[in-house]
């Protein structure tokens, strides 16, 4: 598949197919993917935490704003997402987001197509307390 079919094929999908289930290994895969991806002055900065099993999925599910601004509630019932890559900022290795912010879209956009390329997609969330989403994951504070 080259880059023009993956952007056509790429969308942001809001209803899952909770019937099929993806592993650890494939999630790697496309943080892999991601960590091979251009970086601002190769800080590597961005950490990632991945959610593939329903205890911890109905930890950050609540915690996230789908498409708000559309009037509906989405997604439906019983079509919630069955997995989960949180990218996370460690500002241990550098305080400053505006490299981050940067970054977080490249890594997010890598991901994205690396789902397509599989046969899957996602939807890029962005509407989330950081604050509540590390407490709920238990993460390190930086």
């Given at each position: 598949m080259n880059i023009k079919e993956l952007c056509e094929k790429n969308r942001s999908i809001?209803?899952?197919d909770r019937s099929y289930r993806t592993d650890k290994e494939t999630?790697?895969?496309?943080?892999?993917?991601?960590?091979?991806?251009?970086?601002?002055?190769?800080l590597q900065q961005i950490k990632y935490f991945i959610s593939c099993d329903d205890e911890t999925n109905e930890k950050i599910?609540?915690?996230?704003?789908f498409a708000k601004k559309l009037k509906i509630t989405l997604p439906y019932k019983g079509k919630e997402p069955v997995a989960y890559i949180v990218i996370c900022h460690d500002k241990s290795v550098a305080e400053n987001c505006n490299m981050f912010l940067r970054d977080v879209g490249i890594c997010a956009q890598t991901i994205m197509f690396s789902a397509?390329?599989?046969?899957?997609?996602g939807c890029i969330v962005g509407n989330f307390s950081p604050e509540k989403?590390?407490?709920a994951l238990s993460l390190p504070e930086n």
């Open positions: 809001r209803n899952f999630l790697l895969s496309f943080i892999d993917n991601a960590r091979l991806s251009p970086s601002s002055v190769n599910f609540p915690l996230l704003g397509v390329e599989k046969g899957l997609n989403l590390a407490a």
